[in-house]
């Protein structure tokens, strides 16, 4: 296992269903790295707009400067070199270079946490999930609340045709 001791960065892994908590959960890791003065950045695909460009938002209006990017290697481009804990939110958008990506930020000492989807409607796995889980140090998976029973929910329903 790989430890931060050795100047070897730390990935951590938040996913689980629709409605889980998983940008929350992020947005709580980048607070608290921000209190213990680490300087912060947080990307996400350019194609999630859904509460503004800017921001990645919880549903429960939680939100935090972020950075859009087209593609997965755009995140190292727009690094700076200060930076010491990076977020990446939506990560099923990302394409497969992202599991790449976070290994490099990794082994530039970096903690990275990592924020998607696990699974699609369809209950199969979702884009580079599984090659992020996989090399994660710590993956914490959460679930939802079923609207119709109350009972804990682990896959995301599709509405929409």
Not at 1 to 30: D, Q
Request: proline fraction near 3%; charged fraction near 25%; hydrophobic fraction near 40%.
């Amino acid at each position: 296992m790989r430890e931060a001791i050795n100047n070897y960065g730390w990935i951590e892994l938040v996913c689980g269903c629709m409605f889980s908590g998983k940008t929350e959960e992020l947005i709580r890791r980048m607070k608290r790295a921000q209190i213990a003065r680490q300087k912060i950045q947080v990307f996400k695909p350019i194609l999630d707009n859904r509460y503004g460009i800017e921001f990645v938002a919880s549903h429960n209006s939680v939100k935090i400067q972020s950075m859009p990017v087209h593609r997965a290697r755009d995140i190292i481009v727009h690094l700076d070199d200060s930076t010491r804990v990076v977020g990446i939110d939506e990560a099923q958008f990302f394409d497969e270079e992202i599991t790449e990506v976070v290994e490099r930020l990794a082994k530039r000492g970096l903690r990275v946490v990592v924020a998607g989807l696990d699974m699609d409607y369809k209950a199969e796995p979702f884009g580079p999930m599984p090659h992020l889980m996989a090399i994660a140090e710590s993956v914490t998976k959460l679930s939802a609340i079923c609207v119709v029973c109350g009972g804990q929910a682990s896959r995301t329903q599709r509405v929409s045709a």
